[in-house]
C-alpha cells in the first residue's frame, strides 16, 4: 500500500513528527480506516527514503495513542478505536478554514514557520 505522504527532509520538524501527523492526518480524513492494513516498517521506509528505525518508532508511538494495532508477524493496522472523529463535511469544512486561513497568511507576507507558530501559541490559548 502507498500512501500519500509528503516528508520534508530539509524542514526543521523531525522526520518521525511529520509522519506521526501525516498518517493521523489520513486516519482523520478516512483515507485509512479502521481495519485498514499499513505498509510494512521497511516498505515505508524504502518508500520514504528515511530510516527503518524512525519508521518503527511512529508505529510504536501510534499504537501506544491507540491509532494503530501491531500484530507480530502479522501486519500493522488502523485501529477500530481510532475512526475518524470527523464527519467528511467537517473535515471539507476544517480543510476549507486552512485553505483561507494560508491565504490570508501568504497574503500578509508571513512565512511558513511563522504561521506555524502563531497557531501553535494559539492553540494553548483557545
Known sequence: MILPLDIDK???????VQLTEQVRLLI????????DAMPTVRGLAVDLGINANTVARVYRDLQAEGWLILQRGIGSFVS???????????????????????????????????????????????
Open 10 to 16: 530539509s524542514s526543521s520538524t523531525p522526520l518521525y
Open 28 to 35: 482523520h480524513e478516512g483515507t485509512l480506516r479502521a481495519g
Open 80 to 126: 477500530h478505536g481510532a475512526d475518524a472523529p470527523l464527519t467528511r463535511r467537517e473535515f471539507t469544512r476544517l480543510q476549507t478554514a486552512v485553505d483561507d486561513l494560508i491565504a490570508r497568511a501568504k497574503n500578509a507576507n508571513l512565512k511558513r514557520h511563522e504561521l506555524s507558530q502563531m497557531i501553535e501559541s494559539r492553540w494553548v490559548e483557545v
